[in-house]
C-alpha cells in the first residue's frame, strides 16, 4: 500500500513543468533556453508556505519555544496562515491569526475551516489604538503559551528553503540549472533557494544567476513601496529574511504585465496560479528571450510558482475586476499602473 501517514509527509517535492507557447520564442519554445516552472500549489495547502510552516514550527518545539498545547499566533491571512493552521492542527496546537477588515471574507473562512481562529481588526484606526492591528497581535503573542513565528525574521523560513526547496531544484535538474527567478516577499524563497544553488554550482566552478522579480514601487527593485496590486510579493521595508548578496539582478514587473500572464499561464499553460506567479513567470520569459538572442539554448531557467489561481477568481480572472484598474484581461496588456488610473 501507498499512503502517507499525516498530510504534513506531503509537503514538498513538487514537479517541475516546462512552459511552451507562453515564452514566445522565435522557432518555439524548441528554439530557447528549457524554462521549467516549479509548481508550489501542489503542496497540501496549496502554496510554497507549507515549506516554512513546518520548519518554522519544528524549530520552535525543538528550542522549547512552543510548548504542547501552546498558541501560535501571526498578523496573516495568506498562505503562511494556511500552512500555519495546517501544520498546527495535525500537531495539536492552537492558531490565531489576526488580520485587518479588508481582508476578503473567503480568506478568513479557509483559515477557520482548518480549526484556526481569526481576529479581525479595523482598519481605520490609528496604529497605536489598543484595537489596531499591530496591538492586537502583540497582545495576543505576549500571553502565556503563545509563540509568534513572524516570517519576516525568523531564520527558518530561508533555511527551509535551503533545506528543502534548493536541493529539489538541483537533483531534479541533475545540475544543470543556470538560471532561478524568483519573487521576493519576506524573501525567504529566494534567500534560501538561491544560496543553495550557488553553493552547489561553485563547488563545481560553475555559476548559477539568481534573479528577483519584483513589482514595480516596491523596495527590492529600488521603490518606495509605491502601492501595487500584486499579493504576497514586494515590500516597503527590509525584511531580516532577505539576503542582498544572492539576487545577481531583480527585474521589476508591472501589475498590467503580471495580470496579463497570470491569464495567459492559465489559458495557454493550464497553469492555474496567483498573481505572483504570472509576474514570476513574466520575468522569466524575458530572462529566456535574452538568453535565446545570444544562442544560449543550452541555458535552464527554474521559475518557481508559489500558489494557486483559486484565491484569485474574483480579482486576477475577473474581467471586471481588471477592468476596474484598467487592466486589459487578454494577452496585450496595456501598461497602465494603478497611479495612473
Ligand atoms: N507569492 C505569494 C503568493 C506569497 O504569498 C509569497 C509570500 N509572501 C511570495 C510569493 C513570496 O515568497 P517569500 O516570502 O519567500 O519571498
Given at each position: ?213 519584483d513589482p514595480a514601487g516596491s523596495v527590492y527593485s529600488g521603490g518606495t513601496g509605491r502601492?501595487y ?5 514586494g515590500?516597503d ?15 521589476e ?89
Amino acid at each position: 500500500m501507498q499512503y502517507a501517514n499525516s498530510v504534513l509527509d506531503l509537503i514538498g517535492n513538487t514537479p517541475l513543468v516546462r512552459l511552451g507557447r507562453t515564452l514566445d520564442l522565435e522557432g518555439g519554445a524548441e528554439g530557447g533556453p528549457l524554462v521549467l516552472a516549479k509548481v508550489e500549489y501542489l503542496n497540501p495547502g496549496g502554496s510554497v508556505k507549507d515549506r516554512i510552516a513546518t520548519r518554522m514550527i519544528e524549530a520552535a518545539e525543538a528550542s522549547g519555544e512552543l510548548q504542547p498545547g501552546g498558541t501560535i499566533v501571526e498578523p496573516t491571512s495568506g498562505n503562511t496562515g494556511v500552512g500555519l493552521a495546517m501544520v498546527a492542527q495535525q500537531k495539536g496546537y492552537k492558531c490565531v491569526f489576526v488580520c485587518p477588515d479588508k481582508v476578503s471574507v473567503d480568506k478568513r473562512n479557509v483559515l477557520r475551516a482548518y480549526g484556526a481562529e481569526v481576529v479581525v481588526c479595523p482598519t481605520a484606526v490609528a496604529p497605536e489604538h489598543p484595537d489596531s492591528y499591530y496591538n492586537v497581535s502583540d497582545r495576543l503573542a505576549s500571553e502565556p503559551g503563545a509563540w509568534k513565528p513572524n516570517q519576516y525574521a525568523n531564520p527558518h523560513n530561508p533555511r527551509s528553503h535551503y533545506e528543502t526547496t534548493g536541493p529539489e531544484i538541483w537533483e531534479q535538474t541533475e545540475g544543470r540549472i543556470t538560471h532561478f527567478v524568483c519573487g521576493m516577499g519576506t524573501g525567504g524563497t529566494i534567500s534560501g533557494v538561491g544560496r543553495y544553488l550557488k553553493e552547489q554550482a561553485a563547488k563545481e566552478g560553475r555559476e548559477v544567476q539568481v534573479i528577483g522579480a519584483d513589482p514595480a514601487g516596491s523596495v527590492y527593485s529600488g521603490g518606495t513601496g509605491r502601492p501595487y496590486l500584486v499579493e504576497g510579493v514586494g515590500e516597503d521595508f527590509w525584511p531580516e529574511t532577505y539576503d542582498r548578496t544572492v539576487a545577481d539582478r531583480v527585474i521589476e514587473v508591472s501589475d498590467a504585465d503580471s495580470f496579463a500572464f497570470t491569464r495567459r499561464l492559465a489559458r495557454e499553460e493550464a497553469l492555474l496560479v496567483g498573481g505572483s506567479c504570472g509576474m514570476a513567470a513574466w520575468a522569466a520569459r524575458q530572462v529566456a528571450q535574452e538568453l535565446a538572442a545570444e544562442g544560449r539554448t543550452d541555458a535552464v531557467v527554474v521559475v518557481l510558482l508559489p500558489d494557486s489561481g483559486r484565491g484569485y477568481l474574483s480579482k486576477i480572472f475577473n474581467d471586471e475586476w481588471l477592468a476596474q484598474y484598467g487592466f486589459a484581461s487578454g494577452a496585450e496588456a496595456d501598461h497602465r499602473t494603478v497611479g495612473e488610473v
